[in-house]
């Protein structure tokens, strides 16, 4: 939700931005959520309602890809740290359809 009620507001361009800086923390706290729960012997695949939050988290951080690839800022971390988050959803994406 946190990221629904910031995005609108988000300026990627100013890391300083509080809108920014909660999206930023509201995908990256879904990625550890899903290291978490892949760190462990659940599977990801049975937490049915995961689906829309996922979404959302991976598609901040694609936001967050190309404003390092049109601006070159890296406030928010590399291209390859981002592109590398991104494959985690990409992967739990993946590991969710097969169910």
Known sequence: MSIFLHEPFANLKNPDDLSTRRILEAARSVLK???????????LSLIVRADFGLHC?????????RNVIETGDTSAGSEEQLRSEIEVFRLAFIAHGKR
Request: aromatic share 10%; hydrophobic share 65%.
């Open 33 to 43: 959520m899903i290291f978490a729960v892949t760190s462990t012997c659940l599977d």
């Open 57 to 65: 988290a991976a598609r901040t951080l694609v936001l967050f890809l």
